[in-house]
């Protein structure tokens, strides 16, 4: 059962547009919501993450706007570049409950992010 | 301070093999987290470590085992390779707080690349 949902599969845009990935999730134990970059070769690398108790949060070019009654929150890249362009994934967490909720990242499908000159 | 290193960064093996990867987490992080990633099936949770104990699983056959040693660092095994065991295996660690309930920002490290033919 896929609980976290990310669309589009891939998105092409031309240098400074601003790409939004969208995701939903199912499960409203999840009370944390990371973005995560990752280039081809490397592990993915923590972006920018939200609460739920927060409706939008910014840190330089990269916005997460987070709507709880929808279940759903997106991240939104400003002025992108071609340095943008790699692969980017949601992912959910539930809240500390005891060990069967540690450690355990919820991750969609991922977005492939081209950005062109 | 030196990220995540996990070694050896790739790996080819035949069927019926078993393979061990390693995990040295950030200085300080006592929490491991593992991950398999695959075109397929994209980022999935394996398990969590804490104080060289397991407190989280995932939906994985019991061919893969892990463990933690008590410099945290980590290793994971998988015995009798399949062909769709071929994978990222990436590693991941966190903070954690004084009652061992790790943070929510995970680590990640550049992965394992495993292919088993």
Redesign the interface.
């Known amino acids: 059962q896929q609980q976290v949902k990310q669309s589009p599969q891939s998105l092409i845009v031309q240098k400074g547009g601003i790409p939004i990935i969208n995701c939903a999730y199912e499960n409203t134990a999840f009370d944390y919501f990371p973005w995560y970059q990752q280039f081809p070769g490397k592990g993915p690398a923590l972006l920018i993450a939200i609460r739920p108790d927060v409706s939008e949060k910014k840190e330089g070019r990269f916005t997460i706007s987070f709507n709880k009654s929808a279940k759903q929150f997106s991240l939104h890249i400003m002025d992108s570049q071609p340095g943008d362009s790699a692969t980017y994934f949601c992912a959910a967490k539930r809240r500390n409950a005891g060990g069967t909720s540690y450690g355990k990242l919820t991750f969609g499908q991922g977005t492939i992010l081209t950005v062109h000159p | 301070k030196a990220g ?1 290193t996990q070694t050896p960064r790739y790996l080819i093996k035949t069927r019926g093999q078993q393979v061990t990867l390693s995990c040295s987490p950030i200085s300080g992080h006592r ?1 491991v ?1 593992w ?1 398999q990633q695959t075109p397929g099936q ?4 394996l ?2 470590y ?1 104080s060289e104990t397991q ?2 699983k ?1 939906n994985f056959p019991g061919r893969f085992s892990g463990r933690q040693f008590s410099n945290s660092r980590s290793e994971m095994n998988v015995s009798t390779l399949e062909l769709g065991d071929s994978a990222l295996y ?1 590693c ?1 660690s ?1 903070l954690t707080g004084t009652g061992g ?2 943070y ?8 394992t690349r495993l292919t088993v033919l």
Not at chain 2, 42 to 45: D, K, N, R, V
Not at chain 2, 104 to 111: K, M, S, T, V, Y
């Open positions: 995540v929490s987290s991950y994209g980022l999935q949770f398990f969590e804490f407190r989280n995932g990436l991941a966190s309930e790790p929510n920002e995970q680590f990640f490290g550049p992965g």
